[in-house]
């Protein structure tokens, strides 16, 4: 009886002792640290649609983006964007520059356990944009339906601030060690719609013509630390 407990209790202490080196082998631990470097990245779609005559805007961006657990991706993306003696619908002439920035995050689709050496990345993210920049707008014409006249007005240096909600969808593709290209298409969406009838900018540093939608292609190359 003595000796069926004794081996009762051995087999007992080896199952205890056991039981966590299974648990490792059935359920190993994560192996992608939460640091894994930044990216920094330049869009050379934007300066070859204006060389093209693509776009009648110039403008140059770019971006600081973090590597966490080679999923989540926070960023922010800055430029310069202009749009030089556009005339528009109501045939008033039209000139804007002006910085812009876009803060958000991307999510990589791609589930990198499966694969660590897998560094490509398929991303869904969102961005909030603002911008604060000037423009003029001459030969606006006002009618006055009382005195039945009609004159031409100028609005130089108007200074304003608006800014708009981005979704986007995009994929980048390491081509060399830590060199990336890849694209990435937006849509975008102004926060506060410009009133009816009112003065208003034509274009937006970073967002486009100022209507309530835009859509937005990026080409990038980049480098990651």
Known sequence: MQKISSYISIISLLL???????AEETEPADSIPLWNGLRLELDVASPLFHVLQIEPSQS???????????????LLEMGFAGLSNKISPQH?????????????????????????SNRNLVVAGFRVGASSF?????HVLIEDKYWQEKRSMDYLDVQVFRWWFEALLGMKVEVFRNVYLGWNIRSKFLLKEEEPGSIHPYFIPGYGLARSGNWAFNYTIAYSF
């Open 16 to 22: 205890v002792i056991n039981l966590p080196l299974r």
């Open 60 to 74: 140059i961006e770019g971006g600081v983006y973090l590597n966490l657990k080679q999923r989540y991706l926070p």
């Open 92 to 116: 008033s002439v039209f000139s804007a520059d002006g910085l812009f920035f876009r803060t958000g995050l991307d999510i990589n689709l791609l589930n990198a356990k499966k694969k660590a």
């Open 134 to 138: 000037s423009y003029d707008l001459r």
